[in-house]
């Protein structure tokens, strides 16, 4: 934590941090956006530590991010999903996304974003690169890039 | 570290994650994008500890975010600036800001981004809302929101 009472720690940006600031909850929440609902998926899907999983989902239900819903009774077992809140931390990841992309991606963009009504590619103000539309999450998909390892997810 | 045969390291977010997924680091580059230099003014502003400090400025220098260059031969003393790959952060600085002033600034935004020739605020494309303009990090003065605490810097 920032000291309290320090000038910078009133700044949205610290206090964004302070919520996801973490890599794991980053992609946690990259995850969840592609769909991974259930405990054993993200640990199976992100290799994470079972007790640093369980921490970081806690964090982020409490913060409002994540909400958690059961789904079996017996035994009980919980889903998450993401709140607006949640899905609203997008811009954040392809803001990521694209610096990754133009930096640590010497074979070129792994994945490849594309707007799924004209296949136009996603600029770096998230517009369509082709019809210019201004995109949002739900707007489009993934394809592979050329920087694709055998094993990538396609979409 | 991701295990490094798993898929989803294969993915920009992540890379670029393990550059800047700390969230000191992120925090370090907000300063330098103010203007901070120096190792006792980062330590100064930011609070943090001055072995924390060492070890994170190294990495930065390290990946070509922050570029070191000697301003006083005896003792030696170094100073940091960004380099582009470091400027180029800016946009997920400002996708963080917005997200932290949307949910975690119950005031209002402590700072308000505006383009500098206009005064018009950014949008949540990085856009001048008054004029249209695509903005750059360059391009947009800081002033005090009404979020802002009586200590927080005006620009």
Redesign the interface.
């Known amino acids: 934590m920032?000291?309290s009472s320090?000038?910078?720690e009133?700044?949205?940006?610290?206090?964004?941090?302070?919520?996801?600031?973490?890599?794991w909850t980053?992609?946690i929440i990259?995850?969840a956006m592609l769909g991974t609902r259930r405990f054993d998926e993200f640990q199976a899907?992100?290799?994470i530590a079972r007790n640093v999983l369980t921490a970081r989902l806690e964090r982020l239900v409490q913060a409002?991010i994540l909400r958690r819903s059961l789904y079996e009774e017996r035994p009980k077992r919980y889903e998450y999903r993401l709140t607006k809140?949640g899905t609203?931390?997008w811009?954040?990841?392809?803001?990521?996304?694209?610096?990754?992309?133009?930096?640590?991606?010497p074979n070129g963009?792994?994945?490849v974003i594309e707007h799924r009504d004209c296949g136009g590619e996603l600029d770096?103000?998230?517009?369509c690169r082709r019809c210019g539309e201004?995109l949002e999450a739900w707007q489009v998909v993934r394809r592979r890039g050329p920087?694709?390892?055998r094993?990538?997810?396609a979409a």
């Open positions: 920032l000291p320090y000038e910078h009133n700044c949205s940006i610290a206090r964004a941090l302070e919520m996801v600031g973490e890599r980053l992609l990259r995850q899907e992100l290799g409002g809140k609203d931390l811009p954040v990841l392809m803001a990521l996304l694209q610096w990754g992309d133009r930096y640590e991606a963009p792994p994945v770096d103000r998230r517009r201004e920087g694709a390892s094993q990538s997810v």
